[in-house]
């Protein structure tokens, strides 16, 4: 198997490469009846879309997205939906002196071990480019849940970039698109931005952290055992390039409370349950509580940088490789409308799958 599908019910396949005329994805399991159309997930894909700012890759993306099936009249069919994003701005000949040499922390040498062949124009499949099909399917679970269940809310942002942090006394949601990072610290940005152009200037990249936060998440979704929330969400984030590690709630730190610190005590209200903290991320034995889902994950610093770096040749020669060609000093920041796309994915495919279990019955408390 290839495994370039994801998903249960709600199932997306993503197809294409960095470099070749097109990519996207066909979207299989969305319910009809649902109003989508290109502008809807347009917004999406221009929040990801590269070339906005020097604090990202250069290359210059329309990203425009194409419906080709499983639509009528801006209605969903029921049927699978064909997206497609054509590529305008390859430029291959940057590739052309790495087409024999492996690029250290990329997926050049692991591809080659596997395959025997590899497209080494801007990485092929393995590129973050293969991402925006991502965000075009995850702007279909966007309008899906906007139906199902309008009351959620999936929000990304950054809290770390290299050595800087925002500052949560400063947290201002409303700051989150006005700014190049996706940071709720207006104070914070032009502070980032010296520090982020200084890496770039040194020829060099910087990790990140990003955190999101599912706002109005009914409880019950999830399963106890293989199908988790937090496996399912794990998993998905864990998809995205460069991404080295996931936590939900307290997270690793967890490991640093006592059983009092760390459980979330609850009282009754009107309502059910009310828990007095949320340690647990929104999430208690793979299934949602109803409070927020908290997570985080990390990213690694972008390895195409144009600092010398040790490596091998297919032949097995010793060689030093520079990587030529537009790359994000910090790919971290691209990966927040990622991230917030396969999060939309993975919270449909749980919800659809609970419909089809339980048909929304829920427990009583009180």
Same mark, same amino acid.
């Given at each position: 198997?290839?495994?370039?599908?994801?998903?249960?019910?709600?199932?997306?396949?993503?197809?294409?490469?960095?470099?070749?005329?097109?990519?996207?994805?066909?979207?299989?399991?969305?319910?009809?009846?649902?109003?989508?159309?290109?502008?809807?997930?347009?917004?999406?894909?221009?929040?990801?879309?590269?070339?906005?700012?020097?604090?990202?890759?250069?290359?210059?993306?329309?990203?425009?997205?194409?419906?080709?099936?499983?639509?009528?009249?801006?209605?969903?069919?029921?049927?699978?939906?064909?997206?497609?994003?054509?590529?305008t701005d390859q430029r291959s000949r940057d590739y052309?002196?790495?087409?024999?040499? =492996?690029? !250290?922390?990329? /997926?050049? &040498? *692991?591809? $080659?071990?596997? @395959?025997?062949?590899?497209?080494?124009? +801007?990485?092929?499949?393995?590129?973050?480019?293969?991402?925006?099909?991502?965000?075009?399917?995850?702007?279909?679970?966007?309008?899906?849940?906007?139906?199902?269940?309008?009351?959620?809310?999936?929000?990304?942002?950054?809290?770390?970039?290299?050595?800087?942090?925002?500052?949560?006394?400063?947290?201002?949601?409303?700051?989150?698109?006005?700014?190049?990072? =996706?940071? !709720?610290?207006? /104070?914070? &940005? *032009?502070? $980032?931005?010296? @520090?982020?152009?200084?890496?770039?200037? +040194?020829?060099?990249?910087?990790?990140?952290?990003?955190?999101?936060?599912?706002?109005?998440?009914?409880?019950?979704?999830?399963?106890?055992?293989?199908?988790?929330?937090?496996?399912?969400?794990?998993?998905?984030?864990?998809?995205?390039?460069?991404?080295?590690?996931?936590?939900?709630?307290?997270?690793?730190?967890?490991?640093?409370?006592?059983?009092?610190?760390?459980?979330?005590?609850?009282?009754?209200?009107?309502?059910?349950?009310? @828990?007095?903290?949320?340690?647990?991320? +929104?999430?208690?034995?793979?299934?949602?509580?109803?409070?927020?889902?908290?997570?985080?994950?990390?990213?690694?610093?972008?390895?195409?940088?144009?600092?010398?770096?040790?490596?091998?040749?297919?032949?097995?020669?010793?060689?030093?490789?520079?990587?030529?060609?537009?790359?994000?000093?910090?790919?971290?920041?691209?990966?927040?409308?990622?991230?917030?796309?396969?999060?939309?994915?993975?919270?449909?495919?749980?919800?659809?799958?609970?419909?089809?279990?339980?048909?929304?019955?829920?427990?009583?408390?009180?």
């Amino acid at each position: 198997m290839s495994y370039n599908t994801f998903g249960h019910l709600f199932r997306v396949t993503t197809w294409g490469e960095s470099h070749g005329p097109a990519l996207g994805a066909t979207v299989d399991g969305c319910p009809p009846g649902v109003e989508i159309d290109e502008g809807f997930l347009q917004v999406f894909l221009d929040r990801r879309r590269p070339g906005q700012s020097k604090m990202t890759t250069q290359r210059q993306e329309p990203d425009r997205v194409k419906i080709l099936s499983g639509v009528f009249e801006g209605r969903s069919t029921g049927t699978p939906i064909q997206l497609m994003i054509e590529n305008t701005d390859q430029r291959s000949r940057d590739y052309g002196e790495i087409a024999r040499q =492996f690029r !250290p922390g990329h /997926a050049d &040498v *692991t591809y $080659w071990q596997k @395959y025997g062949i590899r497209d080494y124009r +801007g990485g092929g499949r393995s590129s973050a480019r293969e991402t925006a099909a991502r965000v075009a399917a995850g702007g279909v679970a966007q309008a899906v849940l906007k139906a199902l269940a309008p009351g959620l809310r999936i929000t990304g942002y950054m809290v770390q970039m290299g050595e800087k942090h925002i500052d949560p006394a400063r947290f201002d949601r409303d700051e989150i698109l006005n700014n190049p990072f =996706f940071i !709720p610290d207006a /104070a914070a &940005v *032009t502070e $980032w931005t010296d @520090y982020l152009e200084a890496i770039r200037k +040194g020829q060099n990249s910087v990790g990140a952290m990003i955190e999101l936060v599912v706002e109005g998440c009914p409880p019950g979704l999830g399963a106890p055992i293989y199908a988790k929330m937090d496996s399912e969400l794990a998993a998905a984030i864990m998809t995205i390039n460069a991404v080295k590690g996931v936590e939900f709630g307290e997270g690793m730190a967890a490991a640093a409370l006592t059983g009092t610190e760390n459980a979330d005590e609850m009282r009754m209200g009107p309502d059910g349950p009310v @828990y007095l903290s949320n340690h647990a991320g +929104g999430i208690l034995g793979g299934i949602t509580t109803g409070q927020p889902i908290v997570l985080r994950f990390a990213v690694k610093p972008t390895s195409s940088i144009l600092t010398p770096r040790r490596s091998v040749d297919v032949a097995g020669n010793e060689v030093e490789v520079i990587t030529k060609g537009r790359h994000d000093p910090c790919v971290g920041i691209r990966a927040v409308p990622v991230a917030e796309a396969m999060v939309a994915c993975v919270i449909l495919d749980q919800l659809l799958m609970d419909r089809g279990q339980t048909g929304g019955i829920r427990g009583e408390i009180g």
